[in-house]
């Protein structure tokens, strides 16, 4: 990931020249469930709310972790569709985590209320990423759910309160936006379209 505030402090204040950090493993994303309560426009895992064919069990997922640790590897992070979604999903995190695997969770958020928060917080996750398009508006365009952007910062505040860790992936100020064409605020230089068409 490129950090700009990193990049920018690095030019501003040069440090000697450290040898390249050799990880003793790959860094894993792992779409542990196709099954999403949400049908965002940019999904790239065809995710539905259905159940799906051929989903690991839970002990083939524990094959697959011992696996990963193994392999030596560092971070994992769990993902989907919505891994929330995944009955096993606080076992396999506890298991990650047990295995000394940095464990992340990847989520879009609308899972996370007052009735999970406790057992998400006591697993210790080193990384929550929840994800953020843009404004309300926009969020739930994306998202094609209307109340999606408030459940997911709903979640962003029951995690900051519980886990300084988290992270939200928020885009940046010229993030990608779905505009109608009569939108003013298609010809805003701050607002890019989600593609050439758009």
């Known amino acids: 990931m490129f950090r700009v505030t990193r990049y920018i402090k690095t030019l501003m204040e040069p440090s000697p020249v ?11 994303i792992w779409n542990l469930i196709r099954r999403c309560n949400l049908t965002c426009k940019h999904c790239y895992t065809t995710s539905a709310d259905i159940d799906f064919a051929g989903e690991l069990s839970t002990a083939e997922a524990h ?8 392999f030596r590897v560092p971070a994992l992070i769990l993902s989907g569709g919505e891994p929330l979604m995944r009955p096993d999903i606080y076992e396999l995190s506890r298991r990650s985590r047990a295995l000394g695997i940095y464990t992340g969770l990847s989520t879009n958020g609308t899972l996370i209320d007052e009735s999970n928060i406790d057992e998400i917080a006591d697993i210790g996750y080193d990384y929550v990423g929840i994800s953020i398009d843009g404004l309300e508006e926009t969020h739930d365009v994306i998202r094609q759910r209307k109340g999606a952007f408030r459940e997911s910062m709903h979640a962003v505040k029951l995690c900051k309160e519980l886990s300084p860790q ?21 010809h805003d230089p701050a607002v890019r379209p989600l593609s050439r068409g758009a």
């Open 63 to 70: 094959a697959v972790l011992d696996d990963l640790h193994g």
């Open 18 to 28: 450290v040898p390249a950090r050799k990880p003793p493993g790959p860094v894993v």
């Open 166 to 186: 988290l992270r939200w992936a928020r885009p940046p100020p010229r993030q990608a936006r779905c505009l109608a064409p009569d939108d003013p605020r298609r």
